[in-house]
């Protein structure tokens, strides 16, 4: 990304937009994060630690393997997720972007269940 | 053109179970809805299988912004196989391995609309040399790999299936934010959702709209047609509008769905009230000035009155970066609830990617 100041020598206000934008991509501060509480929906699995810190980076499909590994899930194995009982985010869903618009009471909530729960 | 929202009762359908939608609204969703983009598509030449015909490996086409690479499959596919492939050779490949790249080695994720894919070359391209940026009449080129899929990456499966689980999530995920539910989702029969996806799949706008407007925001229909007040009251001039409801009204939603997508990365969220605290409508520009203020910043105060000047005006604030909606340059006066309403994808979301200006 460097390389592309670079490039840039001739407009003064281009370069302030660049660097404005390096500003901006910084990646989130890794000591920032944010507490899962996950939710066993219908058959699924019901864990005893259900509350779980994570990087506010992190995307969601990193959750679905924390997830998937917590449950001791096979590849083959269905797991659907959902947030508030509601929508399921996509993998590239990035966590602190779901905290801000949906957390409830300090937690991020997400439901899990080993088949579609909500149409 | 289609009659739909002009004609409020069709003869062979039954009246609307809402305010039927005004012509201003359905005019610029049906601009969204006909937008399209010019896409290059070009197979990886060390992934030609053998005896393919070389000349021919390249297939343009002008795809819509509100479709999804999955849908676009079947066209390409069809087009490879009757004049690139040699038959015999095409007999070993693999549909699901397929998958996408811009010529920068971008990839090209299954859930993004067209639009957006578009919408974000465009705007990483605003950040590289200008003499080779992208203009908006060229097309989008595309290498088309045909094997080892970096599944990690790409997040989803190729599937027209999947890309529809995703994009229903998607729907929900931005009804959530606009009321707080997905009821109006969940509400719909099943045949009806399925009818949204089978809309932007057909890109039959009639059909997805018949649907879809029982979900999407309402815009009053006097506030489309003029000015919004320099200043008003708390409660929002829709309430006054006895035509429309509150609960669906497009400047009473809790917050209006909003991606902003930076180039080559991060994409952005913020909770969008569509009226201030103050009851002024919120705008993009105060959107845009409040959230990425290095690259829309404020303008400087007017220098204090001198003897030579003594009526000052503010200088205007630098021109850094454009906001792309939909493809279109959008007036930052813009207000977002009506812009969540109208320029929305059809998945619900407002997309709006910064470019940098060439100053």
Known sequence: MSAQAILYEG??????????????KSPIDPSIKVILLFKAVGNAPVMKQTKYKIKAGRTFGHVLHLLRGLLNFKPEDTLVTYINQSFSPTPDDVVSNLFKMFATEGYLIVNYSTTPAWG | MSTYGTTRHHPSQPPPSRVSTDYHTTLFRRLV?????????????KELPANSDRGLECYFMQAPRVSYLPLLMPEIRRFLMDVVFDEAAAKNLKEEDWWFETEEGTLLKWHWSIGLIYDNHT???SVRVPSQA???????RLILHLAS?????????PSAESCKQAFMGQLKEADFIRWGNTKRITGLRKAEQDGLWEGIKDHNFDDFWRVASKVMPIVPSTRSQSPPPASMHSRPPSADNTAVPDRDGAYNVRSVPVRVYLPDGPVLQELIPPILEDGTLNTLSHFLTTHLPLLFPQRPPAPPPSRTNP?????PAPELAFPLIQG???PPDSEVAWLGACLAGADGWLNICIGVSRG
């Open chain 1, 11 to 24: 407009s003064e206000e281009a370069q302030e937009a660049l660097n404005a934008i390096q500003t901006y």
């Open chain 2, 33 to 45: 809805w006909e937008g399209a983009v010019p896409l290059e598509i070009r197979v990886d030449p």
């Open chain 2, 311 to 315: 009526n000052p005006q503010a200088p």
């Open chain 2, 149 to 157: 899929p970096p599944t990690e990456k790409l997040l989803l499966s």
């Open chain 2, 328 to 330: 279109v340059l959008t």
């Open chain 2, 134 to 140: 992208h203009s908006m009449s060229t097309p989008l």
């Open chain 2, 123 to 125: 705007i990483s391209a």
